[in-house]
Structure formats: C-alpha cells, structure tokens
C-alpha cells in the first residue's frame, strides 16, 4: 500500500536547516532512492539564493521516486510500475512525464536506469493488454470504474482513449535509448506495443467507419461521457486521429485534438528512427511514415485558423467539418506545450502568435487573479489554475524575463505547503486541488534545473513574497 508522503508540515518527515523543514520521507520510508538524484539535488540547491524555491526544489523534484514509485528488479526484465500521487493506479502519460526529467541522470545512476526500464517494460504490457485504455491497475484487481458502459478488463483503472497515451511511451523510449544507449528494450513487447499503437491509430482515423471504441459513463459531468451513443462528435475522414478525450481525462469538444496529433507525428517519428538505427521492427516503418506525414499535412491544412486579433494560429481542436474550438487546456500535450513535445521550435511564426492567444483572456480557459495567472481548463473548473501551465511556460520560454515571472508565482502559489499542486484558486493559491500530484512536482523539478543549467544567474535572486 502506498502512503501519501507529501505531508504537511514537519512532523514525520526528514528535516533540514533553516526555516523551512524538508517536506520528504525519512530515507528508509522512500519508495525509490537514487544518489545521483540526491546529488543533483544538493548540488543545485547550492546555488538558489531564495531559501523557498530551494525548498520546494528539494521537495518536488525527486516527488515521484519518494512516494509513487514500486520497483522490482530482475535481471534483464526489471518491472515498475509508477502511481500519480493521490490515485492509486498508473495512467500511461502520467508515468512517463513523471520520471521524464529523472533521464539525464540515468548514464551515472545504473539502478535508476534499470527502474525505467522497468516502467517501460510494464507499459508495453499494458497496451498489449488494451491500447484505448489510459490507466491500469497493478494486477487484476478491477476499479470503481468497473461500470463504464465500454470494454472494462480488471486490469484497467481506467478505459479512456486519449492519443497522448500511446505518445508517453515512444517517448519515454526513444529518449531512454538516447541516454543510455541500451537497445534491449525494444524486444517483442515492444513490437507487439508498435503494431497495436499503428493500429489504433489508423483506426481511429476513422476513413471507412468509427472503430471498436465507445465509451459512456453514468456521471453528473459532461466530460466523462461521450455523445452519440459513446462514439463522440462526429469529424471528418480527413488524415488526423480521433482523440475521444484530452490529456486532462475530459471528453473532446471535436475530436482531431491538435495538440495530440502534433504528438502522434513526433512519436511516429521517433520509432522510424529507433527502426532505422536499430534494424528493430522493420515491418512498420514504411507504415509509420507515410501516417505520420499524413497526420502532418491534415494539422497544416485544417488545424491552423486565421484568429482576428493573432493572425495564423493553432488550434486546439477541430472536426474536419470547418468546426473549431480555439482555447488551450493546461494539460500536457497542450498549444503551449508545442516546442515540449518536439513538434515545432519556439520561435516558429504560427507558434509564437498561438503562444500569444493562449497567454490571454481570448483563451477561454486562462484566469488571472490575485493569486496569480495561467491556463486551466474543465477538469477542474473555472477560475482554477493549474501550476502545471506556469511550468510549461517557463520550460518553453527563452525570454529571463518571462521565466523569472514563472519562477515568482510558483514560488509563492503553494499554499505553504512545500509542493505544486493540480490547481490553485486565482485568488487565493491556499485553495487548491489534489495536494499529492506528483507530475507536477517533478516537472516544477525539471524547469529548475533547466534554469540551473541554461540561466543560472536567475537563481540568485529573490522571488518569495511571503
């Protein structure tokens, strides 16, 4: 059984010097310990002059490996399998972006690689289990959404089809072989992950008809359903890849999710070049090529609108027809996340004015208060930001400037608790969601030592307002 570790306050929980006591476990009660992350942890804190960034800094970084973290090592197939925080259960995307900023570690730290490993090994199996499915259970232990009126397995948490989720692990895995350079992850497994995610894909193009997925949800909220008898909004056969829901776990308003296909091109992508550089899963390249351009070539002809404030931007969603929702959702893949996910740099024209929008009260979905600014979205509600926005701004960002506004607000959103969380009320950042949430935790992780490491003259100065 997991514990929630982020405790507040200093009781239980180790201690350091000053004025702030560490928010982490005890050593002996963490999940996962790696020395090199607690080397890069002492190392940067070396350099923050702010005593509270420095603080949540040696709180959220190394979040995931304290407290959602189980790994079993094994030989050469360890296995791993990596919770959000306050669920208990392992969603494909969150797992991945949670040890994502742990791979630059991996080459000086053995274990620590073989844990990812694990994780990689554990999702390949996943999606082998069900490809339209986002989070599993460890085993088959079967969920409280069990009722989902949808093709529920016991070892799904959840059977929520979002094209983000066959996304994490691509990446996940060709940038574990960039780092480690260790091709034996990509065995059978790996190649029966390939054709199930080439095949989901192309299905849910949806050329000749719907496809095997439907989903509906008994539920009080309209973004855990599907319309149309769980087939969702109609689009139109045009090249790109239905999502049925976002990132964020809600429905799509139209189904061509733009963020998600600019993923889907990247992942593909990825794998011809782990094919092309491995001599593995030969079979589907030619495949992955022509999808991936396909997808390409839809998001450039029906994914960008002419905005009358703007100009040429993206957006967010659209259906083929000419119908188009313009907004952004702080969840990643976002419009902002773009440059993150590798699809265009930050500096591309259409990009930049997009970048523009989603920063502003014409996103329907961007609040500012007392408190602070950034993107939200349904998921939690109007007025909610998520922090996870402000990171992403920050890691997309080239401007000191506009990081240093980032690293500000951060600083002083917490709630005084020593942590990120889901969202925090524009006006009053002590009102906020979900206080164990640990990709956030460690993506807040990633931007500091993208700042140590890029910007190192921001961390010497002051952001703590109270």
């Not at 009053?428 to 003259?457: H, S």
Request: aromatic share 12%; glycine share 8%; net charge negative.
């Amino acid at each position: 059984m997991f514990m929630l570790r982020a405790a507040m306050g200093a009781a239980g929980v180790a201690q350091s010097a000053g004025a702030y006591p560490c928010q982490r476990p005890p050593q002996p009660q963490r999940q996962f310990v790696s020395e090199a992350v607690d080397a890069k942890i002492a190392d940067v804190k070396t350099r923050i002059k702010d005593q509270k960034l420095a603080w949540l800094f040696e709180n959220c970084y190394p979040n995931t490996l304290d407290t959602t973290v189980k790994y079993t090592p094994s030989g050469k197939t360890p296995d791993t399998f990596v919770i959000t925080g306050d669920i208990e259960a392992m969603w494909l995307r969150d797992s991945s972006a949670q040890v994502w900023p742990y791979l630059a570690l991996l080459s000086s730290d053995p274990k620590l690689a073989d844990m990812v490993k694990g994780l990689l090994l554990r999702q390949f199996k996943c999606i082998q289990i069900d490809p339209y499915a986002n989070a599993f259970n460890d085993g088959p232990t079967g969920s409280h959404w069990e009722t989902d009126m949808t093709e529920m397995k016991k070892e799904l948490h959840e059977r929520k089809w979002e094209i983000d989720s066959l996304c994490y692990p691509v990446r996940l895995s060709y940038y574990y072989w960039k780092a480690t350079g260790d091709t034996s992850v990509f065995g059978d497994d790996w190649e029966k992950s390939v054709e199930l995610t080439l095949k989901t894909f192309k299905e849910q193009q949806r050329k000749e008809d719907v496809g095997p997925y439907s989903f509906m949800r008994e539920t009080e909220s309209q973004g855990d359903t599907m319309l149309n008898k769980g087939y969702g909004s109609p689009v139109n056969p045009v090249g790109m890849i239905f999502s049925a829901f976002r990132p964020s776990d809600d429905a799509t308003m139209f189904g061509f999710l733009i963020p998600s296909n600019m993923f889907a091109v990247v992942s593909m992508r990825q794998l011809c070049e782990i094919i092309d550089k491995t001599g593995k899963g030969k079979r589907f390249r030619s495949e992955l090529q022509s999808l991936s351009d396909e997808v390409d070539q839809a998001i450039r002809k029906y994914g960008i609108v002419d905005h009358p404030e703007y100009g040429k931007i993206y957006a967010f969603e659209v259906d083929g027809y000419g119908g188009r929702n313009l907004m952004d959702d702080a969840n990643i893949p976002s419009l902002i996340s773009i440059p993150y996910i590798g699809y265009v740099a930050n500096d591309e024209p259409v990009y930049r004015n997009t970048r523009r929008f989603v920063w502003s009260k014409s996103n329907p979905y961007f609040f500012k208060g007392k408190a602070g600014e950034g993107i939200g979205g349904p998921h939690v509600g109007l007025d909610y930001i998520w922090p996870m926005s402000i990171i992403m701004k920050g890691l997309t960002s080239d401007d000191k400037d506009e990081i240093r506004d980032c690293l500000t607000q951060l600083v002083n959103t917490d709630g005084n608790t020593g942590f990120m969380h889901e969202t925090f009320h524009k006006e009053d950042d002590t009102d906020f969601t979900r206080k164990w949430f640990a990709w956030v935790n460690t993506l807040f992780g990633e931007l500091i030592v993208r700042v140590d490491n890029e910007y190192p003259a921001l961390l010497t100065e002051s952001y703590s307002k109270k």
